[in-house]
């Protein structure tokens, strides 16, 4: 290759690489806290980054976790709850079977039982951040500096939602990380992690970020980071930085068939592990709040029936009666496109945005309804608050045999009244390949109730080639979209 082409060529992979570092800044003395050095690679220089400055300058700010307890029956630990809570026949349980949270989950010989883990200073005065699931059922926790010096630790609290603890150590003039926006982290950009795998003290690894805003089964309020760093038992409670040597996550669950790495780790947005580390902080405990909705996804299907031109936003199935939904007006068929301005592009951004907003809060919805943007203001609720989840009404009207019932022909569905809805009695064809089972009652076509053969046509008849059906399903509601036949 002529060696301007070459130069030129790697000019290019420079930009190429530089341009994942997140949004463009004013310089600072961290603008380029990773250095590049270049790898022979089919005869081009290829360009990779040099993480010896960021372990040098952020090490000292990572701790081991030692945590403890004595008890008489000596069981391992190692956040099974949530698995054994699911049944054989659920959907998730294999693939929560796989979803290992991080800790070395050692257990010696002996009365004692012991879990390790990582963690990393955030204050000089020793307040610490990692996994709740690393100290989980344990009475005694050390923390063991990068030069050695070891402390008790306290919990200052723990939030098992999110996966996040706050520990706190006597201690002043400690080196502390700094927090970086995982924000503006980009799909492909490198990332490192520094933690104590299977006791292994000060381990670095790095890899790129995979995938962003992934949700995991029963963790609404995490939109994890996916890298393919290399995590490991004792990897739990970790820093994962940036290239600017900030902390942009931190490391808590893999998905592995083994129990080791196998290429997909999760981390959870350090802005989101902050945002609870301030109000354990401060209150010794979380609360989150909430607008009283039961929300699905918007698939390109539905998008088409509610006259939307992108599959975004999250689509309301039930509203809480007498919930903060319910004040504000909020109703079922409605999508919620943004949070205070902030878009709402898959249904578990909603969660995300308004569980990390005290209760009392006012909020200001962005919505879909009837085919035009609208904006509607809610005060949030109190997650804690007891209060009957929409997903536990009934909902479904009387039982009462109100005749043979009648074939839909643009539907091919048999129905029959059902008090509040139509029941499915017989499904074929097109409404079987939208998901309609025998059983499901339908209650409203395109946010119009049904309730009988003549709503029901008249319904269809003021609706496009798709239509959104709101069904219940036992104690659930959800839409599906259905296209006609005319």
Request: glycine share 12%.
């Amino acid at each position: 290759m002529p060696n301007t082409t070459r130069s030129i060529f790697s000019l290019l992979l420079a930009l190429m690489l530089l341009g994942g570092c997140g949004k463009e800044e004013a310089s600072t003395d961290d603008s380029s806290f990773v250095r590049t050095v270049s790898a022979p690679a089919g005869g081009a220089d290829m360009l990779l980054p040099d993480f010896t400055k960021l372990v040098a300058q952020e090490g000292g700010a990572v701790v081991n976790i030692q945590a403890s307890r004595t008890n008489e029956n000596t069981a391992q630990a190692g956040g099974e709850d949530n698995i054994d809570q699911l049944p054989e026949n659920d959907p998730f349980s294999e693939f929560f079977k796989r979803l290992q949270p991080n800790q070395a989950d050692l257990v010696e010989p002996g009365d004692d039982e012991y879990n390790f883990g990582s963690g990393f200073l955030i204050s000089s005065d020793g307040y610490i951040l990692t996994n709740t699931h690393v100290l989980s059922g344990m009475n005694s926790i050390k923390v063991v500096l990068n030069n050695r010096r070891e402390y008790t630790a306290r919990l200052v609290g723990s939030d098992t939602q999110t996966d996040i603890a706050l520990l706190k150590i006597d201690a002043q003039g400690l080196p502390t990380v700094k927090i970086g926006d995982p924000k503006t982290l980009r799909v492909g950009e490198w990332v490192a992690a520094i933690g104590a795998p299977f006791g292994f003290d000060n381990s670095v690894t790095a890899g790129i970020v995979s995938a962003k805003g992934r949700s995991l089964p029963n963790e609404n309020y995490t939109p994890f980071i996916q890298t393919d760093v290399a995590i490991n038992p004792g990897n739990s409670g970790g820093p994962l930085f940036n290239l600017r040597g900030q902390v942009v996550g931190v490391n808590s669950q893999i998905y592995s068939q083994s129990g080791g790495f196998m290429g997909i780790s999760f981390a959870i947005p350090i802005d989101v592990a902050m945002n609870v580390a301030d109000q354990l902080h401060r209150n010794g405990k979380v609360e989150r709040g909430r607008i009283g909705v039961v929300i699905q996804e918007v698939n390109y299907d539905l998008a088409k029936s509610f006259g939307l031109e992108a599959a975004n936003g999250a689509l309301i199935s039930q509203v809480t009666p007498g919930g903060p939904a319910d004040k504000a007006g909020l109703q079922p068929g409605d999508i919620v496109q943004s949070v205070n301005g902030e878009n709402v592009k898959a249904s578990s951004d909603l969660p995300v945005l308004v569980g990390m907003m005290p209760p009392g809060t006012r909020l200001t919805l962005g919505i879909w309804r009837n085919g035009k943007r609208e904006e509607v203001q809610v005060t949030l609720g109190s997650s804690n608050t007891s209060s009957a989840d929409a997903g536990n009404q009934s909902g479904s009207g009387t039982n009462a045999d109100n005749g043979s019932g009648f074939t839909s022909e643009p539907t091919g569905l048999q129905l029959r009244s059902q008090g509040q809805g139509l029941l499915v009695l017989q499904v074929e064809g097109a409404a079987q390949q939208a998901g309609l089972r025998r059983g499901d009652i339908i209650l409203m076509v395109n946010r119009t109730a049904v309730s009988d053969e003549n709503s029901f046509n008249q319904a269809l008849n003021h609706a496009d080639r798709t239509v959104a059906l709101l069904i219940q399903r036992g104690n659930s509601k959800l839409f599906l979209a259905l296209e006609l036949h005319r």
